[in-house]
Protein backbone atom coordinates (compact mmCIF):
# COMPACT_ATOMS: atom_id res chain seq x y z
CA UNK A 1 0.00 0.00 0.00
CA UNK A 2 1.89 3.53 -0.67
CA UNK A 3 2.01 5.89 2.57
CA UNK A 4 2.90 9.21 0.97
CA UNK A 5 1.42 10.24 -2.58
CA UNK A 6 3.62 12.57 -4.64
CA UNK A 7 2.17 15.77 -5.42
CA UNK A 8 2.44 18.00 -8.54
CA UNK A 9 4.85 20.07 -6.97
CA UNK A 10 7.47 17.30 -6.70
CA UNK A 11 7.80 17.05 -10.17
CA UNK A 12 11.15 17.99 -11.74
CA UNK A 13 11.07 21.83 -12.61
CA UNK A 14 14.18 22.90 -15.08
CA UNK A 15 15.97 25.61 -13.01
CA UNK A 16 17.11 29.14 -13.84
CA UNK A 17 20.98 28.31 -14.31
CA UNK A 18 19.65 25.23 -16.59
CA UNK A 19 17.75 28.14 -18.91
CA UNK A 20 20.61 30.19 -18.38
CA UNK A 21 22.42 27.64 -20.13
CA UNK A 22 20.42 26.72 -22.61
CA UNK A 23 19.84 30.64 -23.24
CA UNK A 24 23.77 30.85 -23.69
CA UNK A 25 24.30 27.45 -25.70
CA UNK A 26 21.75 29.04 -28.49
CA UNK A 27 23.36 32.63 -28.47
CA UNK A 28 26.46 31.14 -29.41
CA UNK A 29 25.19 29.14 -31.97
CA UNK A 30 23.26 32.38 -33.79
CA UNK A 31 24.97 34.77 -32.68
CA UNK A 32 26.65 37.38 -34.99
CA UNK A 33 30.19 38.24 -35.45
CA UNK A 34 31.55 41.38 -36.16
CA UNK A 35 34.35 40.66 -37.15
CA UNK A 36 33.91 38.84 -40.40
CA UNK A 37 30.17 39.89 -41.68
CA UNK A 38 29.35 43.68 -42.94
CA UNK A 39 27.12 46.00 -40.89
CA UNK A 40 24.14 44.91 -43.07
CA UNK A 41 24.53 41.10 -42.04
CA UNK A 42 25.34 42.30 -38.55
CA UNK A 43 21.89 44.04 -38.39
CA UNK A 44 20.28 41.11 -40.16
CA UNK A 45 21.74 38.45 -37.20
CA UNK A 46 21.28 40.66 -34.34
CA UNK A 47 17.23 40.47 -35.65
CA UNK A 48 17.14 36.73 -35.96
CA UNK A 49 19.19 36.07 -32.62
CA UNK A 50 16.44 37.91 -30.80
CA UNK A 51 13.30 35.64 -33.12
CA UNK A 52 15.35 32.67 -32.71
CA UNK A 53 16.03 33.41 -28.73
CA UNK A 54 12.63 34.42 -27.95
CA UNK A 55 11.20 31.32 -30.04
CA UNK A 56 13.51 28.91 -28.14
CA UNK A 57 12.92 30.58 -24.39
CA UNK A 58 9.13 31.06 -24.66
CA UNK A 59 8.22 28.24 -26.80
CA UNK A 60 9.86 25.47 -25.43
CA UNK A 61 9.56 26.07 -21.90
CA UNK A 62 7.91 22.29 -20.55
CA UNK A 63 4.77 22.46 -19.18
CA UNK A 64 5.94 22.37 -15.65
CA UNK A 65 6.91 25.40 -15.54
CA UNK A 66 3.88 27.03 -16.65
CA UNK A 67 2.24 25.11 -14.10
CA UNK A 68 4.47 26.11 -11.86
CA UNK A 69 3.69 29.47 -13.03
CA UNK A 70 -0.15 29.36 -12.75
CA UNK A 71 -0.33 26.70 -9.54
CA UNK A 72 -1.47 29.49 -7.30
CA UNK A 73 -5.01 29.41 -9.33
CA UNK A 74 -5.30 26.44 -11.08
CA UNK A 75 -4.49 22.63 -10.20
CA UNK A 76 -3.62 20.82 -13.12
CA UNK A 77 -5.20 17.24 -12.91
CA UNK A 78 -2.75 15.26 -14.64
CA UNK A 79 0.54 15.89 -15.00
CA UNK A 80 1.90 16.86 -18.74
CA UNK A 81 4.72 14.36 -21.05
CA UNK A 82 5.88 17.45 -22.48
CA UNK A 83 9.11 17.34 -23.14
CA UNK A 84 11.68 20.41 -24.82
CA UNK A 85 11.57 18.03 -28.25
CA UNK A 86 7.60 17.80 -27.91
CA UNK A 87 4.94 19.88 -28.96
CA UNK A 88 4.81 23.58 -27.73
CA UNK A 89 2.48 23.01 -24.61
CA UNK A 90 -0.62 25.27 -24.61
CA UNK A 91 -0.87 27.35 -21.34
CA UNK A 92 -3.49 26.44 -18.48
CA UNK A 93 -7.15 27.65 -19.15
CA UNK A 94 -10.46 27.59 -17.27
CA UNK A 95 -12.45 24.92 -18.35
CA UNK A 96 -14.97 25.05 -21.09
CA UNK A 97 -17.99 25.01 -19.22
CA UNK A 98 -17.45 26.80 -16.23
CA UNK A 99 -21.15 28.02 -16.09
CA UNK A 100 -22.35 24.74 -16.22
CA UNK A 101 -23.97 24.78 -19.29
CA UNK A 102 -25.54 28.31 -18.29
CA UNK A 103 -26.66 27.22 -14.53
CA UNK A 104 -24.29 30.04 -13.11
CA UNK A 105 -24.30 34.03 -13.60
CA UNK A 106 -21.61 35.56 -15.24
CA UNK A 107 -19.65 38.66 -13.90
CA UNK A 108 -18.71 37.73 -10.76
CA UNK A 109 -15.13 38.84 -9.85
CA UNK A 110 -13.06 34.86 -10.41
CA UNK A 111 -10.26 36.01 -7.40
CA UNK A 112 -12.86 36.44 -5.30
CA UNK A 113 -14.12 32.76 -5.45
CA UNK A 114 -11.86 30.85 -7.05
CA UNK A 115 -14.05 27.41 -6.59
CA UNK A 116 -16.93 29.01 -8.33
CA UNK A 117 -15.72 28.57 -11.85
CA UNK A 118 -12.44 26.41 -10.91
CA UNK A 119 -14.89 23.21 -9.54
CA UNK A 120 -15.47 21.69 -13.12
CA UNK A 121 -11.55 20.82 -13.28
CA UNK A 122 -11.84 18.73 -10.28
CA UNK A 123 -15.08 17.42 -10.80
CA UNK A 124 -17.13 15.42 -13.57
CA UNK A 125 -19.33 18.91 -14.22
CA UNK A 126 -23.07 18.36 -14.31
CA UNK A 127 -24.53 15.20 -14.78
CA UNK A 128 -27.79 15.89 -16.13
CA UNK A 129 -28.50 19.24 -18.31
CA UNK A 130 -30.58 21.66 -16.49
CA UNK A 131 -33.54 22.90 -17.95
CA UNK A 132 -34.12 26.28 -19.88
CA UNK A 133 -36.72 27.04 -17.49
CA UNK A 134 -34.38 26.21 -14.42
CA UNK A 135 -31.93 28.86 -16.09
CA UNK A 136 -34.36 31.67 -17.17
CA UNK A 137 -35.64 31.01 -13.56
CA UNK A 138 -32.34 32.04 -11.68
CA UNK A 139 -32.19 35.37 -13.93
CA UNK A 140 -35.29 36.34 -12.91
CA UNK A 141 -34.44 35.80 -9.19
CA UNK A 142 -31.06 37.43 -9.33
CA UNK A 143 -32.57 40.48 -11.03
CA UNK A 144 -35.01 40.30 -8.48
CA UNK A 145 -33.17 39.80 -5.49
CA UNK A 146 -31.02 42.72 -6.84
CA UNK A 147 -34.16 44.96 -6.83
CA UNK A 148 -35.18 43.74 -3.12
CA UNK A 149 -32.21 42.46 -1.70
CA UNK A 150 -30.37 44.28 1.79
CA UNK A 151 -30.17 47.96 1.74
CA UNK A 152 -32.24 48.47 -1.51
CA UNK A 153 -34.81 51.17 -1.15
CA UNK A 154 -37.63 48.27 -1.40
CA UNK A 155 -35.64 46.43 1.56
CA UNK A 156 -35.83 49.19 3.42
CA UNK A 157 -39.42 49.85 2.94
CA UNK A 158 -40.55 46.52 3.79
CA UNK A 159 -38.39 46.53 7.15
CA UNK A 160 -40.31 49.50 8.24
CA UNK A 161 -43.68 47.56 8.39
CA UNK A 162 -41.72 45.27 11.18
CA UNK A 163 -40.37 48.37 12.96
CA UNK A 164 -43.84 49.93 12.99
CA UNK A 165 -45.90 46.93 14.09
CA UNK A 166 -48.16 47.82 11.04
CA UNK A 167 -50.10 45.28 9.47
CA UNK A 168 -49.44 44.98 5.71
CA UNK A 169 -53.08 45.63 3.66
CA UNK A 170 -51.41 43.44 0.51
CA UNK A 171 -48.97 41.84 -0.66
CA UNK A 172 -45.29 44.19 -0.76
CA UNK A 173 -43.80 44.89 -3.99
CA UNK A 174 -40.82 42.89 -2.74
CA UNK A 175 -41.68 39.62 -0.41
CA UNK A 176 -39.04 37.33 1.72
CA UNK A 177 -38.03 34.33 3.15
CA UNK A 178 -35.24 34.59 5.88
CA UNK A 179 -33.71 31.00 6.34
CA UNK A 180 -33.19 30.77 10.68
CA UNK A 181 -30.10 28.47 10.92
CA UNK A 182 -31.10 25.00 12.87
CA UNK A 183 -29.16 21.88 13.28
CA UNK A 184 -25.44 20.85 12.00
CA UNK A 185 -23.83 21.53 8.30
CA UNK A 186 -25.67 18.95 6.58
CA UNK A 187 -29.04 19.89 7.97
CA UNK A 188 -28.15 23.68 6.78
CA UNK A 189 -27.44 23.17 3.77
CA UNK A 190 -30.15 20.95 2.86
CA UNK A 191 -33.14 23.25 4.52
CA UNK A 192 -31.35 26.54 2.82
CA UNK A 193 -31.63 24.66 -0.50
CA UNK A 194 -35.40 24.30 0.67
CA UNK A 195 -36.21 27.69 1.15
CA UNK A 196 -34.68 29.09 -1.66
CA UNK A 197 -36.70 26.19 -4.03
CA UNK A 198 -39.85 28.13 -1.96
CA UNK A 199 -38.38 31.43 -2.76
CA UNK A 200 -38.47 31.07 -6.36
CA UNK A 201 -42.11 29.38 -6.26
CA UNK A 202 -43.69 32.37 -4.96
CA UNK A 203 -41.19 35.05 -5.86
CA UNK A 204 -39.69 36.06 -2.85
CA UNK A 205 -35.76 37.14 -1.94
CA UNK A 206 -33.68 34.48 0.28
CA UNK A 207 -32.23 36.10 2.94
CA UNK A 208 -30.52 34.12 4.87
CA UNK A 209 -29.41 34.39 9.46
CA UNK A 210 -25.96 36.17 9.63
CA UNK A 211 -25.49 34.91 12.91
CA UNK A 212 -23.25 31.86 11.91
CA UNK A 213 -20.09 31.53 9.90
CA UNK A 214 -22.13 31.06 6.65
CA UNK A 215 -20.10 33.76 5.00
CA UNK A 216 -17.06 31.69 6.08
CA UNK A 217 -18.55 28.42 4.51
CA UNK A 218 -20.03 29.68 1.43
CA UNK A 219 -18.94 32.44 -1.01
CA UNK A 220 -22.30 34.51 -2.66
CA UNK A 221 -24.24 32.57 -4.48
CA UNK A 222 -26.25 35.97 -6.14
CA UNK A 223 -24.65 38.92 -8.11
CA UNK A 224 -23.87 42.36 -6.68
CA UNK A 225 -26.36 42.06 -3.73
CA UNK A 226 -25.58 39.83 -0.45
CA UNK A 227 -27.66 37.06 0.55
CA UNK A 228 -27.00 37.71 4.31
CA UNK A 229 -30.20 39.09 6.12
CA UNK A 230 -28.60 42.44 7.90
CA UNK A 231 -27.50 42.46 11.51
CA UNK A 232 -29.74 45.18 12.45
CA UNK A 233 -32.67 43.66 11.21
CA UNK A 234 -35.71 44.83 13.93
CA UNK A 235 -36.15 40.93 15.09
CA UNK A 236 -33.12 39.18 15.01
CA UNK A 237 -32.16 38.78 18.34
CA UNK A 238 -35.98 36.81 19.08
CA UNK A 239 -34.77 34.02 16.43
CA UNK A 240 -33.14 31.57 19.14
CA UNK A 241 -36.15 32.09 21.31
CA UNK A 242 -38.73 31.54 17.96
CA UNK A 243 -40.73 27.52 18.37
CA UNK A 244 -44.10 26.06 17.62
CA UNK A 245 -45.59 27.50 20.82
CA UNK A 246 -44.36 31.05 19.43
CA UNK A 247 -47.14 33.30 19.41
CA UNK A 248 -45.93 34.94 15.96
CA UNK A 249 -45.65 30.86 14.47
CA UNK A 250 -48.04 30.16 11.96
CA UNK A 251 -49.60 26.97 13.75
CA UNK A 252 -49.92 29.03 16.88
CA UNK A 253 -51.76 31.75 15.13
CA UNK A 254 -54.28 28.99 13.26
CA UNK A 255 -54.90 26.80 16.56
CA UNK A 256 -55.97 30.88 18.29
CA UNK A 257 -57.81 32.06 14.77
CA UNK A 258 -55.86 34.81 14.59
CA UNK A 259 -55.45 34.48 10.57
CA UNK A 260 -59.27 34.71 10.82
CA UNK A 261 -58.66 38.47 10.98
CA UNK A 262 -58.59 40.84 7.91
CA UNK A 263 -55.27 42.43 8.96
CA UNK A 264 -52.44 40.31 7.67
CA UNK A 265 -49.18 40.24 9.87
CA UNK A 266 -46.17 42.23 8.47
CA UNK A 267 -44.44 38.96 9.32
CA UNK A 268 -44.95 35.13 10.49
CA UNK A 269 -42.73 32.57 12.03
CA UNK A 270 -42.89 28.89 10.00
CA UNK A 271 -41.75 25.70 12.52
CA UNK A 272 -41.38 22.85 9.89
CA UNK A 273 -38.86 21.31 12.10
CA UNK A 274 -39.12 17.67 12.77
CA UNK A 275 -41.24 18.28 16.08
CA UNK A 276 -43.68 20.59 13.94
CA UNK A 277 -47.93 20.36 15.38
CA UNK A 278 -50.88 19.23 12.69
CA UNK A 279 -51.19 23.12 12.45
CA UNK A 280 -47.52 23.47 11.62
CA UNK A 281 -48.10 21.17 8.54
CA UNK A 282 -50.78 23.38 7.56
CA UNK A 283 -47.93 25.08 5.27
CA UNK A 284 -48.16 22.46 2.66
CA UNK A 285 -51.79 23.23 1.80
CA UNK A 286 -52.92 25.47 -0.89
CA UNK A 287 -55.09 26.95 1.07
CA UNK A 288 -52.45 28.20 3.34
CA UNK A 289 -50.05 29.54 0.81
CA UNK A 290 -52.80 31.67 -0.37
CA UNK A 291 -53.06 33.57 3.43
CA UNK A 292 -49.27 33.19 3.45
CA UNK A 293 -48.82 34.51 -0.36
CA UNK A 294 -50.11 38.32 1.49
CA UNK A 295 -47.54 38.18 4.24
CA UNK A 296 -44.04 40.18 3.79
CA UNK A 297 -41.62 38.65 5.91
CA UNK A 298 -41.95 34.54 6.71
CA UNK A 299 -38.95 33.71 9.09
CA UNK A 300 -38.32 29.27 8.13
CA UNK A 301 -36.54 27.27 10.98
CA UNK A 302 -35.77 23.43 9.56
CA UNK A 303 -33.81 20.85 10.09
CA UNK A 304 -35.79 18.51 7.20
CA UNK A 305 -34.93 18.93 3.26
CA UNK A 306 -38.46 19.63 2.51
CA UNK A 307 -38.46 19.95 -1.30
CA UNK A 308 -40.39 16.46 -1.82
CA UNK A 309 -43.75 18.09 0.06
CA UNK A 310 -43.59 21.08 -2.01
CA UNK A 311 -44.34 19.03 -5.06
CA UNK A 312 -47.47 17.74 -3.27
CA UNK A 313 -48.75 21.37 -3.40
CA UNK A 314 -50.52 21.63 -6.46
CA UNK A 315 -50.33 24.99 -7.42
CA UNK A 316 -46.76 24.31 -7.32
CA UNK A 317 -46.66 21.53 -9.42
CA UNK A 318 -46.39 23.04 -13.14
CA UNK A 319 -43.72 25.50 -12.33
CA UNK A 320 -41.72 22.50 -10.75
CA UNK A 321 -42.15 20.34 -13.89
CA UNK A 322 -41.21 23.14 -15.86
CA UNK A 323 -37.75 23.78 -13.47
CA UNK A 324 -37.17 20.08 -13.13
CA UNK A 325 -38.06 17.53 -15.78
CA UNK A 326 -36.20 15.49 -14.09
CA UNK A 327 -37.11 15.38 -10.85
CA UNK A 328 -34.60 13.57 -9.09
CA UNK A 329 -31.45 16.72 -10.06
CA UNK A 330 -33.35 19.38 -7.46
CA UNK A 331 -30.65 19.40 -4.93
CA UNK A 332 -28.00 18.69 -7.73
CA UNK A 333 -28.64 21.50 -9.90
CA UNK A 334 -29.50 24.26 -6.86
CA UNK A 335 -26.83 23.12 -4.47
CA UNK A 336 -23.94 23.62 -7.56
CA UNK A 337 -25.68 26.93 -8.07
CA UNK A 338 -25.58 27.63 -4.68
CA UNK A 339 -23.04 26.26 -2.87
CA UNK A 340 -19.24 27.27 -3.48
CA UNK A 341 -16.62 27.03 -0.87
CA UNK A 342 -14.97 29.94 0.02
CA UNK A 343 -11.42 30.69 -0.56
CA UNK A 344 -10.24 29.29 2.74
CA UNK A 345 -12.22 26.12 1.80
CA UNK A 346 -11.07 25.75 -1.41
CA UNK A 347 -7.58 25.48 -0.39
CA UNK A 348 -8.48 22.40 2.04
CA UNK A 349 -9.91 21.12 -0.35
CA UNK A 350 -7.60 21.77 -3.39
CA UNK A 351 -4.34 20.79 -1.69
CA UNK A 352 -6.47 17.66 -0.10
CA UNK A 353 -7.41 16.61 -3.54
CA UNK A 354 -3.67 16.85 -5.22
CA UNK A 355 -1.68 15.62 -2.58
CA UNK A 356 -3.98 11.94 -2.13
CA UNK A 357 -6.88 11.89 -4.90
CA UNK A 358 -5.34 13.35 -8.16
CA UNK A 359 -3.21 10.76 -9.24
CA UNK A 360 -5.25 7.50 -8.51
CA UNK A 361 -6.90 5.45 -11.56
CA UNK A 362 -10.05 5.29 -9.46
CA UNK A 363 -11.15 7.52 -6.09
CA UNK A 364 -13.54 5.70 -3.85
CA UNK A 365 -15.30 8.10 -1.02
CA UNK A 366 -16.36 5.97 2.41
CA UNK A 367 -18.80 8.14 4.71
CA UNK A 368 -19.19 6.81 8.39
CA UNK A 369 -21.51 8.20 10.30
CA UNK A 370 -22.81 6.79 14.07
CA UNK A 371 -25.90 7.58 16.08
CA UNK A 372 -25.30 6.30 19.53
CA UNK A 373 -23.00 3.12 19.08
CA UNK A 374 -20.89 1.98 22.04
CA UNK A 375 -17.35 1.02 21.47
CA UNK A 376 -18.45 -2.44 21.36
CA UNK A 377 -19.92 -2.18 18.74
CA UNK A 378 -16.79 -0.94 16.42
CA UNK A 379 -16.00 -4.68 14.70
CA UNK A 380 -19.81 -4.85 13.43
CA UNK A 381 -19.34 -1.63 12.05
CA UNK A 382 -16.24 -2.38 10.25
CA UNK A 383 -17.33 -5.83 9.02
CA UNK A 384 -20.18 -4.26 7.83
CA UNK A 385 -18.72 -1.48 5.70
CA UNK A 386 -16.23 -4.11 4.45
CA UNK A 387 -18.56 -6.47 3.34
CA UNK A 388 -19.94 -4.00 1.33
CA UNK A 389 -17.22 -2.34 -0.46
CA UNK A 390 -15.75 -5.84 -1.36
CA UNK A 391 -19.20 -7.60 -2.04
CA UNK A 392 -20.50 -4.67 -4.45
CA UNK A 393 -16.53 -4.79 -5.55
CA UNK A 394 -16.00 -1.53 -5.09
CA UNK A 395 -12.62 -2.41 -3.44
CA UNK A 396 -10.68 -5.60 -4.02
CA UNK A 397 -9.92 -8.07 -0.87
CA UNK A 398 -6.81 -9.01 -0.01
CA UNK A 399 -4.59 -11.98 -0.08
CA UNK A 400 -3.71 -13.20 3.42
CA UNK A 401 -1.61 -15.84 2.17
CA UNK A 402 1.30 -14.79 -0.55
CA UNK A 403 3.52 -11.61 0.73
CA UNK A 404 3.55 -9.90 -2.68
CA UNK A 405 1.21 -10.74 -5.70
CA UNK A 406 2.67 -9.64 -8.93
CA UNK A 407 -0.42 -8.21 -11.47
CA UNK A 408 0.46 -8.05 -15.28
CA UNK A 409 0.46 -5.27 -17.26
CA UNK A 410 -0.07 -1.87 -15.78
CA UNK A 411 -0.84 -1.75 -11.64
CA UNK A 412 -4.03 0.36 -11.16
CA UNK A 413 -3.85 2.61 -8.16
CA UNK A 414 -7.10 2.90 -5.73
CA UNK A 415 -7.23 6.02 -3.35
CA UNK A 416 -10.35 5.91 -0.58
CA UNK A 417 -11.57 8.75 1.17
CA UNK A 418 -13.08 7.89 4.40
CA UNK A 419 -14.17 10.53 6.15
CA UNK A 420 -15.70 9.58 10.45
CA UNK A 421 -15.66 11.44 13.06
CA UNK A 422 -13.74 8.40 14.57
CA UNK A 423 -10.11 7.52 12.91
CA UNK A 424 -10.24 3.35 13.57
CA UNK A 425 -12.02 2.57 10.62
CA UNK A 426 -9.10 4.45 8.52
CA UNK A 427 -6.86 2.66 10.27
CA UNK A 428 -8.29 -0.72 10.66
CA UNK A 429 -8.47 -0.75 6.23
CA UNK A 430 -5.05 1.44 5.60
CA UNK A 431 -3.36 -1.04 8.49
CA UNK A 432 -5.16 -3.88 6.28
CA UNK A 433 -4.14 -2.73 2.83
CA UNK A 434 -0.49 -1.77 4.18
CA UNK A 435 -0.07 -5.64 5.45
CA UNK A 436 -1.21 -7.07 2.59
CA UNK A 437 -1.21 -7.80 -1.12
CA UNK A 438 -4.76 -7.35 -2.85
CA UNK A 439 -5.97 -10.16 -4.81
CA UNK A 440 -6.04 -8.05 -8.32
CA UNK A 441 -2.24 -6.77 -7.73
CA UNK A 442 -4.28 -3.17 -7.41
CA UNK A 443 -2.77 -0.46 -5.12
CA UNK A 444 -4.80 0.95 -2.32
CA UNK A 445 -4.35 3.62 -0.47
CA UNK A 446 -6.21 4.96 2.26
CA UNK A 447 -6.69 8.55 3.63
CA UNK A 448 -8.97 10.31 6.49
CA UNK A 449 -8.39 14.20 6.13
CA UNK A 450 -9.95 14.73 9.90
CA UNK A 451 -10.66 12.44 12.83
CA UNK A 452 -12.58 15.21 15.07
CA UNK A 453 -14.45 12.74 17.46
CA UNK A 454 -17.37 14.32 18.26
CA UNK A 455 -19.55 16.83 16.02
CA UNK A 456 -18.65 20.61 17.06
CA UNK A 457 -21.45 22.88 15.42
CA UNK A 458 -20.79 26.45 14.62
CA UNK A 459 -16.72 25.64 15.56
CA UNK A 460 -15.83 27.39 12.35
CA UNK A 461 -12.29 25.36 11.80
CA UNK A 462 -14.57 22.04 12.19
CA UNK A 463 -17.50 22.99 9.62
CA UNK A 464 -14.56 24.74 6.88
CA UNK A 465 -13.26 20.65 7.33
CA UNK A 466 -16.81 19.40 7.34
CA UNK A 467 -17.92 21.62 4.16
CA UNK A 468 -14.41 20.08 2.81
CA UNK A 469 -15.10 16.42 3.28
CA UNK A 470 -18.47 16.80 2.10
CA UNK A 471 -16.87 18.38 -1.33
CA UNK A 472 -14.08 15.82 -1.45
CA UNK A 473 -16.47 13.32 -1.36
CA UNK A 474 -18.47 14.63 -4.07
CA UNK A 475 -15.19 14.29 -6.67
CA UNK A 476 -15.27 10.38 -6.12
CA UNK A 477 -16.16 8.10 -8.83
CA UNK A 478 -17.43 5.65 -6.42
CA UNK A 479 -18.74 6.85 -2.96
CA UNK A 480 -20.44 4.28 0.23
CA UNK A 481 -22.85 6.29 2.72
CA UNK A 482 -24.57 6.03 5.87
CA UNK A 483 -28.28 6.13 6.06
CA UNK A 484 -30.05 8.42 7.54
CA UNK A 485 -26.64 11.33 6.99
CA UNK A 486 -27.59 14.43 5.73
CA UNK A 487 -23.67 14.68 5.52
CA UNK A 488 -24.34 11.76 3.05
CA UNK A 489 -27.09 13.36 1.59
CA UNK A 490 -25.01 16.44 0.15
CA UNK A 491 -21.98 14.44 -0.47
CA UNK A 492 -23.96 12.20 -3.00
CA UNK A 493 -26.50 14.76 -4.47
CA UNK A 494 -23.81 17.47 -5.10
CA UNK A 495 -21.57 15.20 -7.23
CA UNK A 496 -24.24 13.47 -8.78
CA UNK A 497 -23.66 10.30 -7.58
CA UNK A 498 -26.19 7.82 -6.85
CA UNK A 499 -24.48 5.73 -3.75
CA UNK A 500 -23.90 2.97 -1.76
CA UNK A 501 -25.91 3.23 1.02
CA UNK A 502 -24.97 1.23 4.27
CA UNK A 503 -27.78 -0.23 5.93
CA UNK A 504 -28.53 1.33 9.12
CA UNK A 505 -26.17 0.07 11.68
CA UNK A 506 -27.80 -2.36 14.44
CA UNK A 507 -25.93 -2.70 17.61
CA UNK A 508 -24.51 -6.14 18.08
CA UNK A 509 -24.77 -7.62 14.03
CA UNK A 510 -23.70 -7.20 10.98
CA UNK A 511 -26.85 -6.74 8.61
CA UNK A 512 -27.17 -8.96 5.57
CA UNK A 513 -27.17 -7.62 2.80
CA UNK A 514 -24.50 -4.76 4.11
CA UNK A 515 -25.71 -2.02 1.79
CA UNK A 516 -27.78 -0.99 -0.92
CA UNK A 517 -27.26 1.24 -4.72
CA UNK A 518 -29.46 4.35 -4.11
CA UNK A 519 -31.93 4.89 -6.97
CA UNK A 520 -32.25 8.90 -7.07
CA UNK A 521 -29.92 10.92 -6.51
CA UNK A 522 -31.89 13.12 -4.03
CA UNK A 523 -31.95 13.34 -0.21
CA UNK A 524 -34.53 11.94 2.07
CA UNK A 525 -37.37 14.02 3.96
CA UNK A 526 -36.84 12.16 6.91
CA UNK A 527 -40.30 14.27 8.66
CA UNK A 528 -42.91 14.74 6.17
CA UNK A 529 -45.92 16.21 6.97
CA UNK A 530 -48.58 13.54 6.00
CA UNK A 531 -51.62 15.70 6.06
CA UNK A 532 -54.00 15.24 4.25
CA UNK A 533 -55.32 18.75 3.32
CA UNK A 534 -58.90 18.17 1.90
CA UNK A 535 -59.64 16.05 4.66
CA UNK A 536 -57.77 18.02 7.41
CA UNK A 537 -56.35 15.09 8.96
CA UNK A 538 -52.87 13.47 9.10
CA UNK A 539 -52.69 11.07 6.67
CA UNK A 540 -49.96 8.47 4.93
CA UNK A 541 -50.98 8.50 1.86
CA UNK A 542 -48.58 11.19 0.59
CA UNK A 543 -46.77 8.78 -1.76
CA UNK A 544 -50.31 8.02 -3.56
CA UNK A 545 -50.46 11.71 -4.64
CA UNK A 546 -48.22 11.90 -7.51
CA UNK A 547 -45.56 9.27 -9.22
CA UNK A 548 -42.37 11.07 -8.11
CA UNK A 549 -42.74 11.24 -4.91
CA UNK A 550 -41.90 7.84 -2.71
CA UNK A 551 -40.45 6.71 0.24
CA UNK A 552 -36.71 6.94 0.99
CA UNK A 553 -34.72 3.94 0.16
CA UNK A 554 -32.96 4.60 3.55
CA UNK A 555 -35.87 5.26 5.42
CA UNK A 556 -39.68 4.01 5.14
CA UNK A 557 -41.43 6.91 6.52
CA UNK A 558 -39.38 9.59 4.68
CA UNK A 559 -40.30 10.92 1.30
CA UNK A 560 -37.50 11.39 -1.62
CA UNK A 561 -38.07 12.45 -5.00
CA UNK A 562 -37.79 9.87 -7.78
CA UNK A 563 -37.70 10.19 -11.51
CA UNK A 564 -40.98 7.67 -12.95
CA UNK A 565 -38.18 5.62 -14.48
CA UNK A 566 -37.04 4.92 -11.45
CA UNK A 567 -37.96 1.42 -9.48
CA UNK A 568 -37.26 0.74 -6.47
Known sequence: MKRFKKTFND???????????????????????????GGFIVALLMVLTVVFSAAFFLGDLPSDCLWTLAEARIFRLKPSKATFSEDIPQPLTAPKDKLLGGLLPSGFDETSCLSRYESPL???????????????????????????GPYTGLYNRTVDLIKSGEYSSDSSVCNY??????SGLGNKILTLTSAFLYALLTNRILLVDPRVNLSDLFCEP????????????????????????????YGYMVRNNVTQNS???????????????????????????????????????????????????PSFEQELNNLFPEKETVFHFLGRYLFHPTNSVWGLITRYYQAYLAQADEKIGIQI?????????????????????????????????????????????????????SPRYFEEIRNMYWENPT???????????SNEERQQTEKLMHDRKAWAEMYLLSLTDKLVTTAWSTFGYVAHSLGGLKPWILYKFKSGTVHDPPCFRAVSLEPCYHSPPYYDCKKKTESFNSVNIVPHVRHCEDNSLGLKLFDRKGEL
Open 222 to 249: FPEVSWLLPPDFPIIDQFNSFNKKSPHS
Open 369 to 421: RLFNFGAGDFKYVLNQILACTTKENLLPQVNLNEPIVNSSGKTKTVSVLMTSL
Open 122 to 148: YSKGLQHKPSSYLILGLRRYEALHKQC
Open 263 to 313: RKPSFLYLHLSHDFDVQDKLFFCDTDQTFLHKVPWLLVKSNNYYVPALFLI
Open 177 to 182: VVWISY
Open 11 to 37: QQVPSDRDSGVALKNAESKWGPNPMTL
Open 439 to 449: VTGEIVSVFQP
